[in-house]
């Protein structure tokens, strides 16, 4: 699974799995109610549904996570980049860095990166 999409609140919950995993779906849910305000049956119903999308391993009342955070924010960075700047990189960092100003360890950090993706 390459291209994850998770709305907000599958992130919130996928979040607090990152965090616990392997965790109780009963854990998940006492969590999910003093974060969210979520009752257990909304907790059950999305780990039932991202369960069938794939996401996550519901099974003997113990959650896993089958996408790892890092894939799930590569692919939303990736779909942010191409729908509000068209795929490019230097449009996304100008307006990132319009009215902010980056420390010395940021920029070495950033220009390392931008070192290591040169072809």
Same mark, same amino acid.
């Given at each position: ?7 907000? %609140? +599958?992130? @919130? ?10 965790? %109780?779906?009963?854990?998940? %849910? ?10 257990? %049956? ?6 039932? @549904? ?27 960075? +990736? ?20 009215? @902010? ?7 070495? @950090? ?10």
């Amino acid at each position: 699974m390459t291209d994850v999409k998770l709305s907000e %609140s +599958e992130y @919130r919950l996928m979040d607090v799995i990152w965090e616990k995993e392997p965790i %109780s779906a009963m854990e998940l %849910s006492g969590i999910c109610l003093e974060k969210y305000d979520w009752k257990k %049956s909304t907790v059950y119903t999305m780990l039932k @549904r991202m369960g069938e999308k794939g996401l996550l391993l519901f099974e003997n009342k113990k959650v896993e996570a089958l996408v790892e955070r890092d894939q799930v924010n590569k692919s939303e960075g +990736e779909s942010l980049l191409h729908k509000a700047y068209g795929g490019s990189l230097p449009d996304f960092f100008a307006a990132f860095l319009q009215d @902010r100003k980056l420390t010395k360890d940021e920029a070495e @950090r950033l220009q390392k990166l931008i070192e290591e993706a040169k072809e």
